[in-house]
C-alpha cells in the first residue's frame, strides 16, 4: 500500500508522515510531492493507492488536482486534509469525488477514525 | 479591548458570526496541543510589548467575510515549533523550513476561522517574513505561553 502525501509545507507532510505513523500505518509506503502539478505526475509514475492532499496550494489548488485526477480517469482513492472543513468545502469535495475530507489540526485518533475505513 | 471581530464593525451584517478570543484560543489550542503536543496556556494574557517578536506569518481571508490573521513570534520560537513539527533540532533546520513552519500555523488557524464563518471567502497562501514591530490599532491581538515563550495571534477584520 502507497500513500501519496500532498502539501506545499515541508513541515506538514512531516506532520502527516508522523501521525500517519502513530495511527498504526507506518507499514504502509509514504511518497511526497510539493505541489499538484508534482502530485498529479506522481499519480500517473508511483500509481499510489491514496492520495491525501491539503486543499490550499500554489499553482494548482487540491481540489483542481481531484478534477485532474477524475478527468484523466484515476479512480485512485483521494482525501483532502484541510483546515478549511465547512460545508462549502465538504460538498465541492464529495461533488468532484473525494472519498473523504479530514480536518486540520487532527490527532492521532482523528487521522485513525477517517483512515482506517479508508486503508483497510 | 473589543471582546469579539463583530463587535469592531457592529454595522457589519455580513458578519453573522464572529471570530472572537475565545475561537481564537480554541483553534489555537487545537493546533498546538492536540496536533503538535506542545504545551499551550490557551489562556490569553494581556498584550503589552511587541518588541521580543521578530518574525511574522499573514494569511487573508476575502469574500463575504475580510479578514486577515497574523502569527508573531521571537526567531527562536519559530524553530521550536518547526523542529516539533519536522521532529528534529532547530539548529538542523533552515531560515526557510522555519518560516514554512510558521507560515503553516498561520494556514491552519486561518483556514479554521473560514470554516467556523462558513460564508463565501477565500483563503490566501501564507506569507511570511520578519515582523517590522507594528499592527494596526484595531486588531484584536492575544498573547499566549506556548511553551513558556510568548506566542502572539491578531486577527483584523477588514
Given amino acids: ?120 | 479591548m473589543p471582546l469579539s471581530a463583530i463587535d469592531q464593525q457592529p454595522g457589519n451584517e455580513t458578519s453573522t458570526l464572529c471570530i472572537g478570543p475565545e475561537e481564537v484560543s480554541r483553534m489555537a489550542n487545537d493546533l498546538f496541543s492536540a496536533m503538535l503536543g506542545m504545551p499551550f496556556n490557551p489562556e490569553p494574557q494581556e498584550s503589552t510589548d511587541l518588541s521580543s517578536r521578530e518574525v511574522q506569518a499573514t494569511i487573508r481571508i476575502s469574500g463575504d467575510w475580510d479578514a486577515e490573521f497574523h502569527v508573531l513570534a521571537s526567531y527562536e520560537l519559530a524553530g521550536h515549533i518547526a523542529a516539533d513539527m519536522f521532529g528534529t533540532s532547530a539548529s538542523e533546520l533552515s531560515k526557510d523550513e522555519i518560516l514554512d513552519a510558521l507560515g503553516e500555523i498561520v494556514n491552519v488557524i486561518g483556514g479554521n476561522a473560514k470554516g467556523i464563518v462558513d460564508q463565501d471567502c477565500n483563503l490566501s497562501l501564507p506569507c511570511v517574513g520578519r515582523f517590522l514591530g507594528e499592527l494596526p490599532a484595531s486588531a484584536l491581538t492575544l498573547d499566549f505561553d506556548l511553551d513558556g515563550r510568548q506566542l502572539t495571534i491578531a486577527m483584523l477584520e477588514k
Fill in chain 1, 1 to 120: 500500500m502507497r500513500i501519496l502525501i500532498v502539501d506545499h509545507s515541508k513541515a506538514m507532510r512531516m506532520v502527516v508522515r508522523r501521525t500517519l505513523e502513530q495511527a498504526g500505518f507506518g507499514d504502509y509506503e509514504m511518497i511526497e510531492a510539493s505541489s499538484g502539478v508534482e502530485a498529479f505526475s506522481m499519480i500517473n509514475s508511483e500509481s499510489p493507492d491514496l492520495v491525501l492532499s491539503d486543499w490550499n496550494m500554489p499553482q494548482m489548488k487540491g481540489i483542481q488536482l481531484l478534477e485532474k485526477v477524475r478527468k484523466s480517469g484515476s479512480k485512485v482513492r483521494f482525501g483532502f486534509i484541510t483546515s478549511q472543513s465547512n460545508s462549502v468545502t465538504a460538498r465541492t469535495a464529495t461533488e468532484t469525488g473525494a472519498d473523504f475530507l479530514l480536518t486540520k489540526p487532527f490527532t492521532v485518533d482523528s487521522m485513525r477514525a477517517v483512515l482506517g475505513p479508508v486503508l483497510v
